[in-house]
T-cell receptor, first 112, second 110 residues
Framework: NAGVTQTPKFQVLKTGQSMTLQCAQDMNHEYMSWYRQDPGMGLRLIHYSVGAGITDQGEVPNGYNVSRSTTEDFPLRLLSAAPSQTSVYFC???????????FGQGTRLTVV | KNEVEQSPQNLTAQEGEFITINCSYSVGISALHWLQQHPGGGIVSLFMLSSGKKKHGRLIATINIQEKHSSLHITASHPRDSAVYICAALRKTSGSRLTFGEGTQLTVNP
């Protein structure tokens, strides 16, 4: 059981470039989320999804896009990278209800 | 004021000591998670609890719903316990989102 698979692990982008962070889970979880983690701050929610075809914005959605065409996959797109998006990104999934959350390994993104 | 606050932010202990990390929250919750993050590594769930107490090995988590407070205890601490410990509140509203504390950096010295 692979759990939550997140790629890539590291990425360096130039300002203005776009890229997609991949997230896949094999646990048939309804809920999937993307967070960013910055020094001195807790994990902050970027976007989340409660099922295929349903997405919504979190606390810090600007500059990011998501889609959920299947239950398994929840990619995060950076439309035009900015230095302020330098961060560590985590994808997470959980089943509906009061259930444990499972996290990907994280992506360390640097925008220069 | 953050909706989920942890204390202390940093904690250094000697091997064998009993450790307590605290978490207070101001939002209505369905459950509270305790998570562990090792340096350079991912995040793993330690506990999810909505009442009372849970124990797993040397780790104990308690929650007091009336006081909106939870604690994570580590008995007989070991250097391998060194990590960041994060509490996260599973909100009753707002789409059942998780709201995270800033984390507690624990260092256990041999």
């Amino acid at each position: 059981n692979a759990g939550v698979t997140q790629t890539p692990k590291f990425q360096v982008l130039k300002t203005g470039q776009s890229m997609t962070l991949q997230c896949a889970q094999d646990m048939n979880h309804e809920y999937m989320s993307w967070y960013r983690q910055d020094p001195g701050m807790g994990l902050r929610l970027i976007h989340y999804s409660v099922g295929a075809g349903i997405t919504d914005q979190g606390e810090v959605p600007n500059g990011y896009n998501v889609s959920r065409s299947t239950t398994e996959d929840f990619p995060l797109r950076l439309l035009s990278a900015a230095p302020s998006q330098t961060s560590v990104y985590f994808c997470a999934s959980r089943a509906e209800g009061y259930t444990e959350a499972f996290f990907g390994q994280g992506t360390r993104l640097t925008v220069v | 004021k953050n909706e989920v606050e942890q204390s202390p932010q940093n904690l250094t202990a000697q091997e064998g000591e009993f450790i307590t990390i605290n978490c207070s929250y101001s939002v209505g919750i369905s459950a509270l998670h305790w998570l562990q993050q090792h340096p350079g590594g991912g995040i793993v769930s330690l506990f999810m609890l909505s009442s009372g107490k849970k124990k797993h090995g040397r780790l104990i988590a308690t929650i007091n719903i009336q006081e909106k407070h939870s604690s994570l205890h580590i008995t007989a601490s070991h250097p391998r316990d060194s990590a960041v410990y994060i509490c996260a509140a599973l909100r009753k509203t707002s789409g059942s989102r998780l709201t995270f504390g800033e984390g507690t950096q624990l260092t256990v010295n041999p």
